[in-house]
């Protein structure tokens, strides 16, 4: 007997892999690979965390209320148009499974995170890439690359794992110049990182039209990644649909308790953006002093280029530093075969990074 098979197009997902966590034979590693808050959860957030262990038993509230409202205090929204999912994942697959389809496009960028066409496919959607210009997502290229089959365009800004964003300028042009028809979902994972004055997480253009979504998370600078956690502003129309095609209990009771008390928690946000704003800029200069390639970067990583030559590779590098304990994410699945992505850790962490290729930049010479 043959197998039960899967509607078309699903066998054609290469799975997301994250970041490696362990170093085989090593007991202890560096880890540097998911861009994890340095710092980790707000120890408010632990403690709340912890508590709501007491009542596992219990079905959390479906609807978040409390969470919502407390988003929407912070950052000045309608709560009913927030929705909470399972982290911010959940939320862009649901956005494809709502609206593409078979026969319908997903647009996504050159080097844009990988749920976008993981997403599409498994709605039945056609994921197309577009092309970037210098690591940057192209206005005009994404505009006319949308036709009569785009139902959605996907951007992560600032963008993972490039670390590059549009101005909010850019991101108001794109959205004036999308057809109607087409729903531009912002993806602002990093957004808390951006120190930029030019920059804006899009709450404005949901605000401005009918055919935007912001999406968030609480993965990154919240430090809640294994929590599971995120959310997102849209539309009155769009947040109705998201809430009925979520699970009734997409988020459990933990992670809504962890995710209330790290937004109360203003002064540990603040030490985290103000630690990954030094060392992601004393990382990037030490880093350009060895002779690599840089750009610069609005989010808690950095991207870093390495010569095509044999030895002096992506993956050579990757290897010399997996040797000395350091676990960086390789970035050949996005595009970028010649590059590692650094997540900016605690001081004595960049600094072993950096004295690590350092090292390896030095054997350069012997060969």
Request: hydrophobic content about 45%; overall charge positive; charged content about 25%.
């Amino acid at each position: 007997m043959s197998a039960p098979e899967p509607r078309p197009g699903i066998m054609d997902i290469a799975p997301y892999v994250g970041g490696e966590s362990a170093i085989a034979g090593k007991r202890k590693a560096i880890k540097l690979s998911s861009n994890e808050g340095a710092f980790g959860p707000s120890p408010r957030a632990v403690i709340a965390y912890k508590k709501a262990a007491a009542t596992l038993h219990r079905y959390p509230d479906g609807s978040a209320t409390e969470l919502r409202k407390a988003i929407a205090a912070r950052h000045g929204l309608d709560p009913e148009r927030v929705v909470c999912g399972a982290g911010s994942d959940e939320l862009l697959i649901l956005m494809c499974k709502a609206y593409a389809g078979p026969g319908d496009e997903v647009l996504y960028t050159e080097h844009g995170f990988l749920i976008y066409p993981i997403a599409a496919k498994a709605a039945g959607a056609t994921p197309v890439k577009v092309a970037e210009k210098q690591l940057t997502a192209d206005v005009d290229a994404l505009v006319k690359r949308a036709g009569a089959k785009t139902r959605l365009l996907f951007i992560a800004n600032p963008n993972n794992p490039t670390g590059t964003y549009l101005p909010a300028d850019e991101l108001m042009r794109l959205r004036e110049r999308l057809p109607r028809h087409v729903i531009l979902v912002i993806d602002a994972a990093y957004a808390e990182f951006v120190t930029h004055n030019d920059y804006s997480p899009g709450i404005e253009l949901v605000d401005g039209g009918d055919n935007v979504v912001m999406t968030r998370t609480f993965s990154k600078i919240f430090g809640l990644g294994g929590a599971r956690l995120g959310w997102a502003y849209c539309p009155a129309p769009i947040a109705h649909v998201l809430n009925l095609v979520r699970g009734p209990f997409n988020v459990s009771a933990p992670a809504m308790a962890a995710g209330l008390a790290a937004l109360d928690d203003v002064a540990f946000t603040n030490k985290a953006r103000a630690h990954n704003t030094v060392w992601r800029a004393w990382s990037r200069e030490r880093l350009l002093e060895l002779g690599l390639e840089v750009p610069e970067s609005a989010c808690n990583f950095v991207l870093v280029r390495f010569p095509a030559a044999g030895g002096r590779d992506a993956k050579a590098a990757d290897a010399f530093l997996k040797a000395r304990g350091i676990i960086v994410r390789r970035v050949a699945a996005y595009g970028l075969p010649d590059c590692l992505r650094v997540t900016i850790g605690l001081e004595d962490e960049m600094r072993t990074l950096v004295d690590a290729l350092r090292e390896f930049t030095k054997s350069w010479g012997s060969r």
